[in-house]
Structure formats: structure tokens, C-alpha cells
DNA sequence: TGCAAAAAAGAACGGTCGTGCTATATTTAG
DNA sequence: CTAAATATAGCACGACCGTTCTTTTTTGCA
């Protein structure tokens, strides 16, 4: 078993580096297999369709966000640093990590949002997850006392994440060299407008 | 000369559509004969290649978006009202018109933000032009007295296209009903910040 | 009304797609 | 060490891809 899971394990590995260039539905079989060395049926073997291979990149992504976002904000104390924490790893994500060149949840927020189907709906569900990850991180900063009694956090969360996406599109496709002065400029704003 | 224009217009108003649903990329030259009841071969005589077809897609969306979105708002008064109606309409154009379904320019940015050739190209230049205008459009604010006279204002476009991006996936993936309650708060916060 | 020009169709091309099936290697367990 | 189980390869399939070439239909003007 051990070296079936394996290499299973480099597939989606590759996978979620190509599904951030082209795609969950850009992501071809044939591809995916030649990058791998690996022959198309060989490949395909490990996975019962095409499908079933995407759903699994999509859980094996989120499984890396949690890694690599997620749990190390969850790390910082509550409140304010954690809020902190939980941007700069944001930030780094969309930015893009060796595995994934770009954030592959907004490009596949794009490409599934008027897409019914099994892939769109585990998509939906983790980005309805990460909304409420920021809101519940913004609900220490409520409990810490550092953040306004009455602050909406689901809206707090919303504006969070909206400032990523913006940051992402400046960063990557304009390339703009003040992407990143931006994003926390307006971060800052969030938090000041927050604060009790 | 006339009836080779008119289905050169059908084919492109038609092959917006198809890229809101499924991208530049995956836009197929047989689906779209196919839809306009036209063989393949004849649709692409219309176009010398695959590419130029998706320059002109990008090109017809681009005026589609200024005709229903900028344009529009360029005809309210100066300052705070042209702001106010260049939002309500970018927000409009969010939510997908009769010809897109979606918004075709954050589906693009995501798929060409690394992929170079002249389609990206084409596509970064219309999205700095779109950041440009609203920082016009917000430069007005301040030549009026609404907007502090040391407004950034390119920053305020760099916020106020993350509402819209935000905007689009609560309404499309997300189906957040409360979705336009939420860009409005936050775009509300974004006017009160920046008013003198 | 007839004729040149423009538009559309038809057929074929080399490729690649996802997906089966069958056979061969390789790994694992007794 | 061997036998069963697992993993990988090879091959073929029908479908669709973008593109080219040739032929037919339609259009607009003299």
C-alpha cells in the first residue's frame, strides 16, 4: 500500500501546480502523467475519473491552505496578532507557494461559480469554511476586548478577503510593486474601523 | 460587406457568453458554430486563428463594460454621486448582465495571470485602464470638497474593485443573499473614510 | 439580370482528450 | 521464496480540438 499512496500523493502534489495555471478543467490526464513519468492509464488507475482526480486536488489544496495559512495563525495569540497572523499568511498564499504558483481557490472560485456539479459544490463549501475561519479569528479580537463589542465579523471577514482577491489581481496579473503596501494599507483601515 | 459584419457581431456577442462560462481558454470554436447554427470552418474564417478570436471577444467585453458601467456613470454629477453610481453599475456588471452571465474580466484574470502571450496583455491593460478610471473618478471627489484633498486615490480603486471581487463571489459561488447588503456596508465605510 | 466578390459549408488533417481493457511489472505478505 | 495483490504500461476507442483547403451558396453592385 505504501507505494501506491505514494506516488498518489506526487500526483496530486504536480496536480495542484498545474490546476493553478489552467485550472481544474484545464488539467489534463495526459499532461499531468508526462510531467510524472508516468503512462496516462497508469496514472488514471489511481483515480476512477477525471473528476474524482479533481475533487481530490481541490481537498488536497485546502488541505495545504490549512497547513500553511490556517493553523500556523492559529499559533499567534488571540485577538489582533491573530487577525495579523492570519493576513500575512493570506497574503503569502495568494502570492503563491512552490507548490501552487497562485492561489488556486479564486481562480477556481471563477471558473465553478456558474458551474453546477460535485467539484463546485466542495469548492463552495471551503471558501464558506474560510469565511467563517476569518470570522471566528475576528471574533477573539471581539473577546480580547481589542475589537468593537458590536463588530459585525461576518462582514469583517468579507472585507478581509476581498482585500486578498484585489491583492492577488495586483500582484500577479498588473504586477504592480505597490501591491503590497496596498493590501495592508486597506488591512490597516479594516482594523482601525474595528477597533472599539 | 454588411451581412459578414452582422454575423462577425452575433458571433461575438454570443462567444462572451460562452467565455463567462468557461474562459478564454475554454472557449471551442465548434461549440460556438455549433450555438450559432454556423459550420466551424465557416465561424472561423471570420478569424485567421483561435487567438485573434479571443482578442476580439476581450475587445467587444471591454466596450460592453464601458458602455454599461463607465460610461453611464460619467453622465452623474462629479464627486460623490459619480463614485456612488460608478459602483452601483460595477456591482450591476458584477452580477452578470444578459450577454455575460459573470463578470468575464475576474474569470480572465485568474486564467491569464500566468499564462503570458498577447490575450493577458490585452487583459492587463484593460484592468489598469478600469483601476484608472475609478481612481479618476474618485479624483473628482476631491476637486469637488467631498473627499480629503490628500486622498490616495488609486488606492481607494485598489479598495474599491476588492468590494466588487468579493461581491461577485458571495453572489455567484457563495449565493450570500445578504451579499449586497455587505458590499454596500463596506463600500460605505470606504466613502466615509475618504470624505474631507 | 448577370457576374465578381464575399460568406458559408464540407471534408479532412494530425493531435489530444477521457476512458476502457488487457497484459506485464513490481510490491507485499505468508 | 513464492504466490497473491497491487501498480504500471500498452493499446485502442470515439469524440472533439484548431486549422487548412476546396467547393458551394449567397450577396451586392454594374
Given at each position: 500500500m505504501?507505494?501506491?499512496?505514494?506516488t498518489r500523493?506526487?500526483?496530486?502534489?504536480r496536480?495542484?501546480t498545474?490546476t493553478s495555471e489552467v485550472?481544474l478543467?484545464g488539467l489534463?490526464?495526459?499532461?499531468l502523467?508526462?510531467?510524472?513519468?508516468?503512462?496516462?492509464?497508469?496514472l488514471?488507475?489511481?483515480?476512477?475519473?477525471k473528476?474524482?482526480l479533481q475533487?481530490?486536488?481541490?481537498q488536497?489544496?485546502i488541505?495545504l491552505f490549512?497547513?500553511?495559512v490556517t493553523?500556523?495563525?492559529?499559533?499567534?495569540?488571540?485577538g489582533?496578532?491573530?487577525?495579523q497572523?492570519l493576513?500575512?499568511?493570506?497574503?503569502?498564499w495568494?502570492?503563491?507557494s512552490?507548490?501552487?504558483r497562485?492561489?488556486i481557490?479564486m481562480?477556481?472560485t471563477?471558473e465553478?461559480?456558474?458551474r453546477?456539479?460535485?467539484?463546485?459544490?466542495?469548492?463552495a463549501?471551503?471558501?464558506q469554511d474560510?469565511?467563517?475561519?476569518?470570522a471566528?479569528?475576528a471574533a477573539?479580537g471581539?473577546?480580547?476586548?481589542?475589537?468593537?463589542?458590536?463588530?459585525d465579523?461576518?462582514?469583517?471577514a468579507?472585507?478581509f478577503?476581498?482585500?486578498g482577491?484585489?491583492?492577488?489581481?495586483?500582484?500577479?496579473l498588473?504586477?504592480?510593486?505597490k501591491?503590497?503596501?496596498?493590501?495592508?494599507?486597506?488591512?490597516?483601515a479594516?482594523?482601525a474601523?474595528?477597533?472599539?
Amino acid at each position: 500500500m505504501t507505494k501506491g499512496e505514494d506516488t498518489r500523493q506526487q500526483i496530486l502534489s504536480r496536480a495542484i501546480t498545474l490546476t493553478s495555471e489552467v485550472g481544474l478543467e484545464g488539467l489534463s490526464l495526459g499532461n499531468l502523467a508526462a510531467e510524472l513519468k508516468l503512462s496516462k492509464s497508469g496514472l488514471f488507475a489511481h483515480f476512477k475519473s477525471k473528476e474524482a482526480l479533481q475533487l481530490e486536488v481541490l481537498q488536497a489544496a485546502i488541505e495545504l491552505f490549512v497547513r500553511d495559512v490556517t493553523r500556523p495563525a492559529i499559533a499567534a495569540p488571540r485577538g489582533i496578532p491573530r487577525v495579523q497572523a492570519l493576513f500575512n499568511n493570506y497574503l503569502s498564499w495568494a502570492r503563491g507557494s512552490s507548490k501552487a504558483r497562485t492561489c488556486i481557490f479564486m481562480g477556481l472560485t471563477q471558473e465553478y461559480d456558474d458551474r453546477p456539479g460535485p467539484v463546485r459544490d466542495a469548492l463552495a463549501k471551503s471558501q464558506q469554511d474560510w469565511h467563517d475561519t476569518v470570522a471566528r479569528v475576528a471574533a477573539t479580537g471581539v473577546d480580547e476586548g481589542a475589537f468593537r463589542a458590536d463588530l459585525d465579523t461576518r462582514q469583517f471577514a468579507f472585507e478581509f478577503i476581498g482585500i486578498g482577491m484585489i491583492y492577488q489581481q495586483s500582484y500577479k496579473l498588473l504586477q504592480d510593486e505597490k501591491a503590497d503596501r496596498r493590501a495592508y494599507a486597506a488591512f490597516e483601515a479594516l482594523l482601525a474601523r474595528s477597533r472599539r
